[in-house]
């Protein structure tokens, strides 16, 4: 299927909303919100169409909120569209909001609701009730105010830029020489990179401070003791509880850090130095130059279309009309935001992948993730109601980690030498084990915070630096960077952003692991329960959903130590 033939198909589906109508006032979107909200329901089949008349609308509100997202994203000082972002903020999404509530009462006390397909709907009609239950009328500004004020955050960071070697550069492009091999040249980059991020601390630290008292506002007015666990809620984290975090915080931390702990000695050894600093930690452990996977973008396109067609034909084809659309933004420029992300669209199907790449083996294997998250969008597609395609996180991130280390069965594409490419392994099994002390780390942290809102400064500083000690590698020597250890946070974007959206990371890495360990054992096997499991979208629980994919959604210490013992022993063979 080529893509005009696919955007066709989209459009011909389309029986509410018409082809031509394009989202610029609300003057011109209120009608339709108008007719979903006025028109009578008269039977089962006819409360079925205006459930899909009104997804169709959803979706169309949705893609145009996207598109307005990426393009104040991937150039920070074009006014036209930060201005039209605005728009959308300020006066598109509150008002819409207000219809959401009314049309979600409008179906939950429909008569007919009690005789739809419950298995069918059940995933639907339980988002649709628990929003209903949630919802403040005078929540509405705090939500517009909150969400104008993280975006602060980004322009902070997407500004900030450190002169080396006479050159400026963004931090995403300076933090790619804490791979070379120069160890004093390392030292001044990371010093340089944290000195910049310190610049901007009483500014951060304020922001940060009014975000987190107006989202506890927003909890005491929803009824919650505490936006932890309003934020629980309003995730839709309907399938496990705060205590399977905190199992997954205790199992990463007897588990996972004396592991990296003997990872850390390694490297130590390997590097012949009496004490193993933060700039050490990403350089190869024998000296040897940094992998360049790729000369530039399109190269890395290239390779990674070629890769994922050996995992599944749709895979890369799905990479190649992404390409062919324009839906790719990779290389890292002055005036990007910080960061990554794969934006699905759910009128078109086709998503956008924004990131910030140079030429790293990181960049690599955060196209593989992003690739990952655009498959599964793409696989997603045809379902009629949004709501299906809106997979929870704890999946989607299944469907891009998993997707880094199933791709990496095939790096042989990108590099040609065997030493290489079994060094490119070790860095990636590297890490996934050391991200997730991080994961652990900050997702502890937001329970704190959340927990204890009426905090000052340094009280948040006393938290974070606790819990930071406890997931540290005691390998690692932070003497005399114990300032820019305090404000360490602040380069965590989803803390400002997405408030405790980021442990659905850990728990997918988790789930990686084991339909990786599965690809070793039946690699065909694996990739058909992974596409299964990505194909159902949102149509079962997150637990069904990782079954199908042949796994268990598992945080006890047991399963993590069988994973890391299993990761462990992998990384012993390529050693």
């Known amino acids: ?119 069918k709907f059940h995933i639907h009609l339980r988002g649709i009730r628990n929003a209903v239950e949630l919802f403040r009328e005078e929540n509405i500004p705090y939500a517009t105010d909150i969400q104008l004020k993280a975006k602060e955050y980004v322009k902070i960071f997407s500004e900030m830029t450190i002169g080396v070697d006479g050159k400026q550069m963004t931090l995403q492009k300076a933090s790619s020489l804490l791979e070379e091999t120069d160890r004093a040249h390392r030292e001044s980059v990371y010093h340089k990179i944290h000195q910049r991020i310190l610049q901007e601390t009483d500014h951060l630290e304020a922001l940060f401070g009014q975000l987190l008292q107006m989202r506890h506002q927003m909890a005491l007015n929803a009824g919650f003791s505490n936006f932890r666990d309003y934020k629980f809620r309003a995730l839709g984290r309907f399938d496990y509880t705060v205590k399977d975090c905190y199992d997954f915080h205790d199992s990463i931390r007897s588990e996972i850090v004396p592991l990296i702990d003997e990872m850390n000695r390694f490297r130590k050894e ?118 299906e395609k809106r997979v929870p996180s704890e999946v989607a991130e299944l469907a891009a980690m998993t997707m880094e280390l199933l791709s990496m069965e095939h790096w042989d594409i990108f590099f040609e030498d065997e030493a290489d490419l079994r060094r490119a392994k070790i860095a990636q099994l590297e890490y996934i084990l050391k991200v997730l002390p991080w994961i652990a780390t900050i997702d502890e942290f937001q329970h704190w915070l959340y927990t204890n809102p009426h905090h000052n400064q340094e009280e948040r500083k006393t938290a974070w630096m606790e819990i930071l000690k406890s997931f540290n590698s005691t390998l690692v020597d932070h003497t005399g960077l ?80 069988e994973l890391a013992t299993f990761v462990k022993d992998e990384l012993e063979k390529l050693l």
């Not at 989803?494 to 988790?510: K, S, T, W």
């Open 1 to 119: 299927m080529n893509l005009k033939t696919a955007t066709i198909l989209e459009e011909e589906r389309r029986a509410f909303v018409p082809r031509e109508f394009k989202l610029t006032t609300w003057a011109k979107l209120k009608p339709y919100y108008n007719a979903l909200l006025s028109r009578e329901i008269g039977s089962t089949a006819e409360l079925e169409e205006w459930i899909e008349d009104r997804s169709e609308l959803d979706a169309v509100v949705s893609e145009a909120f996207s598109w307005r997202y990426v393009k104040i994203t991937v150039d920070s000082k074009d006014d036209k569209a930060e201005s039209l972002y605005q728009y959308t903020v300020q006066e598109l999404a509150p008002k819409i909001t207000y219809y959401e509530d009314a049309l979600n009462r409008k179906l939950t006390e429909c008569p007919f609701v009690h005789h739809l397909d419950q298995e």
């Open 270 to 387: 390997a590097l012949n130095i009496d004490q193993l600093r933060p700039w050490d930690m990403f350089v190869d452990p024998f000296g040897k130059q940094p992998l360049r996977p790729f000369e530039d973008a399109d190269e890395l396109v290239d390779k990674l279309i070629q890769c994922f067609d050996r995992l599944n034909p749709e895979f890369g084809h799905t990479i190649s009309l992404m390409r062919d659309k324009g839906r790719l933004d990779l290389e890292s420029r002055e005036g990007k935001r910080p960061g990554a992300y794969n934006m699905p669209m759910h009128l078109s199907g086709l998503p956008f992948i924004f990131m910030n790449a140079t030429n790293s083996l990181a960049d690599m294997r955060i196209l593989m993730h992003e690739g990952g998250h655009a498959v599964h969008s793409w696989l997603t597609r045809n379902y009629k109601l949004k709501s």
């Open 482 to 561: 114990e300032h820019y250890s305090e404000y360490l946070w602040h380069k965590q974007l989803h803390l400002f952003e997405v408030p405790f959206y980021y442990i659905e990371y850990g728990m997918a890495q988790l789930g990686a692991i084991a339909i990786w360990k599965q690809y070793r054992e039946n690699p065909q096997k694996a990739v058909h329960n992974y596409y299964r499991a990505l194909r159902l979208g949102y149509t079962k629980d997150v637990k069904t959903i990782y079954r199908t994919a042949g796994i268990d959604f598992n945080f006890s210490r047991e399963y993590v130590s």
